[in-house]
């Protein structure tokens, strides 16, 4: 009798510890999620980090926590989505949240990746046609992007929004008359109630490119009277008036203005920041200490670094405790004593990346930060240790550390780097066409496994023949093995506006000089002779061109 009695008080007391372990749970959620409502930004954050802590693989408690970050405009939410969609992979807006995040981080690729993994019902859908076809235009993929925008009205033909997006893109078109009749209809959908915010975005944006400051002036103060302004539209006007007599008192009015909302303030630092008015910054926001928010104390920290006073960045540090982001206080530190050697040197610069080191040991997503900070600064050999680490221990991070490690390479110019990336992706999805061309392309250019390439190269193009870094891909091919004729017929197979992009044009160059076509050949290689993009052996290709066609 007494037996049963103690397991069945064991019984209830285990009933009664997860219960209340329950009621925390539900109660650290609510609570974040009325924080956000309020806009209290720091009130959620630390309800969410309890949510999680409460419930580390719970999907809303991770999903609380990317939508706080979201509002906080932090850019580790990119991060928080990529763990909801883990969580829950068959949630398709799991999907989309992710590809918006990596947009508000200025990441399309990381949006077109987070687009590709959805499941492929998403394609049916126009939201999910509308985000590709923003990543595709952010990435200069200007064809592709148009027809998944046309694709997303063809879906929703009565959503404007979709259709401003696409007459955006087509402001940018080299025919004039198709950027007249984009004007025209965004000039149209700008009385629009639900999209001609959009619309008079679109058009501040384009004013501002052509340096139509009239009219920049004219669609902002425009977006300034409707009710669904927001405080990007408020940022855009900014635009529109910077360097002009007025312009002093508006940023004053909207630095009192963002006070209240910490995300607002925070997107305010990095206009000031991104306006070359860094300085303008530190003067303006002056707290210090804990008592500050982090993310706040972050958007400070990258004035003082924009600003390079590693002195002044040093002790605001010093002082600060970010908490969860405490690695990357670490590795600023670290930054101070690297490039302050004037100063004072107490704290080495050593021992200060150890520190930063040691804090992201098991934490693959910290160290895919530090790793991508470090890159960030142009630590190309410790951001690339780090990023190679979660490539080889993280399947979550794999995909996003290998991207990294490429542009890594492209921006050294290291075409050895993306070889031994080119080589990781191909292994992980030998079935793309894309992977089996940046593979063959970097074996072709550094003339190694050369007969593996060439099988690669039309295995590739036989897939996407009409893609053109694909084409031209295989006509470097056709070229290296003498196959002129081939080579030519495969990039004549390619609009002429593909031809004359630089990295495509050279290409073209090569097998035109190999046929004694040294006028068409000087033409195409104009496109491409002192391009930036262009690695140092495709430099060395623009000099064998030359002395065939007789240039110098």
């Known amino acids: 009798m007494l037996l049963a009695a103690a397991v069945l008080l064991v019984v209830l007391v285990s009933e009664g510890w997860l219960l209340f372990q329950d009621q925390r749970r539900r109660m650290y959620l609510r609570n974040g999620r009325e924080a956000l409502a309020r806009s209290a930004i720091e009130d959620a954050l630390s309800f969410s980090a309890k949510a999680v802590k409460a419930d580390p693989q719970g999907v809303e408690a991770n999903r609380l926590m990317a939508d706080v970050l979201a509002a906080a405009k932090a850019p580790e939410n990119v991060l928080w989505r990529v763990r909801v969609a883990i969580l829950e992979p068959a949630k398709i807006e799991n999907y989309l949240a992710w590809a918006q995040a990596a947009f508000d981080a200025g990441r399309s690729d990381w949006a077109a990746e987070a687009?590709?993994?959805?499941?492929?019902?998403?394609?049916?859908?126009?939201?999910?046609?509308?985000?590709?076809?923003?990543?595709?235009?952010?990435?200069?993929?200007?064809?592709?992007?148009?027809?998944?925008?046309?694709?997303?009205?063809?879906?929703?033909?009565?959503?404007?929004?979709?259709?401003?997006?696409?007459?955006?893109?087509?402001?940018?078109?080299?025919?004039?008359?198709?950027?007249?009749?984009?004007?025209?209809?965004?000039?149209?959908?700008?009385?629009?109630?639900?999209?001609?915010?959009?619309?008079?975005?679109?058009?501040?944006?384009?004013?501002?490119?052509?340096?139509?400051?009239?009219?920049a002036r004219l669609y902002s103060s425009q977006l300034g009277e409707r009710p669904d302004q927001n405080w990007g539209d408020r940022l855009l006007e900014l635009d529109a008036v910077f360097q002009t007599a007025g312009f002093k008192n508006r940023l004053v009015d909207l630095q009192q203005k963002s006070v209240s909302y910490l995300g607002n303030r925070i997107a305010l630092v990095y206009w000031m920041i991104?306006?070359?008015?860094?300085?303008?910054?530190?003067?303006?926001?002056?707290?210090?200490?804990?008592?500050?928010?982090?993310?706040?104390?972050?958007?400070?920290?990258?004035?003082?670094?924009?600003?390079?006073?590693?002195?002044?960045?040093?002790?605001?540090?010093?002082?600060?405790?970010?908490?969860?982001?405490?690695?990357?206080?670490?590795?600023l530190l670290a930054r101070c004593e690297r490039n302050a050697r004037t100063f004072e040197n107490r704290w080495p610069f050593e021992k200060r990346w150890q520190e930063a080191l040691r804090s992201v040991q098991g934490d693959p997503e910290k160290r895919f930060r530090l790793g991508q900070l470090a890159s960030g600064w142009g630590w190309y050999d410790e951001g690339s240790q780090l990023l190679w680490r979660v490539a080889g221990t993280s399947p979550v991070l794999r995909s996003s550390a290998l991207g990294e490690l490429w542009r890594n390479g492209v921006l050294e110019k290291n075409a050895a780097a993306m070889l031994k990336v080119a080589a990781e992706r191909y292994h992980d999805n030998p079935n793309s066409a894309g992977t089996?061309?940046?593979?063959?392309?970097?074996?072709?250019?550094?003339?190694?496994?050369?007969?593996?390439?060439?099988?690669?190269?039309?295995?590739?193009?036989?897939?996407?023949?009409?893609?053109?870094?694909?084409?031209?891909?295989?006509a470097f091919a056709c070229y290296k093995k003498g196959r002129t004729e081939e080579g030519i017929k495969a990039m004549e197979r390619l609009a002429e506006s593909d031809r004359s992009e630089p990295w495509i044009a050279l290409y073209y160059a090569?097998?035109?000089?190999?046929?004694?076509?040294?006028?068409?050949?000087?033409?195409?290689?104009?496109?491409?002779?002192?391009?930036?993009?262009?690695?140092?052996?495709?430099?060395?290709?623009?000099?064998?061109?030359?002395s065939k066609i007789g240039q110098h």
């Open 436 to 474: 089996k061309n940046n593979y063959a392309f970097l074996l072709l250019l550094l003339g190694l496994d050369e007969s593996r390439a060439q099988e690669l190269a039309k295995e590739a193009w036989t897939d996407a023949p009409l893609q053109p870094d694909i084409a031209s891909t295989y």
């Open 115 to 215: 687009l590709a993994k959805a499941p492929k019902e998403a394609e049916n859908r126009a939201d999910w046609q509308n985000l590709m076809g923003g990543a595709q235009t952010n990435l200069g993929q200007l064809g592709e992007a148009e027809q998944h925008f046309e694709r997303a009205v063809g879906f929703e033909p009565a959503n404007s929004l979709y259709t401003v997006n696409l007459a955006s893109l087509r402001l940018s078109s080299p025919d004039p008359s198709v950027v007249a009749r984009a004007r025209q209809e965004l000039r149209q959908l700008s009385a629009s109630k639900l999209a001609g915010r959009f619309a008079l975005e679109a058009l501040t944006k384009e004013a501002l490119r052509q340096g139509d400051l009239e009219n």
């Open 274 to 331: 991104g306006h070359g008015l860094a300085k303008e910054v530190t003067e303006w926001i002056t707290e210090r200490g804990k008592s500050v928010s982090v993310p706040l104390q972050m958007a400070v920290a990258d004035a003082y670094l924009a600003e390079q006073d590693w002195p002044e960045l040093r002790d605001m540090l010093e002082l600060a405790d970010w908490a969860a982001n405490d690695f990357l206080r670490e590795a």
């Open 510 to 546: 090569a097998l035109l000089a190999d046929e004694g076509l040294s006028e068409k050949a000087s033409r195409y290689l104009a496109c491409s002779d002192g391009s930036p993009r262009l690695l140092p052996k495709e430099q060395a290709l623009v000099i064998e061109i030359k």
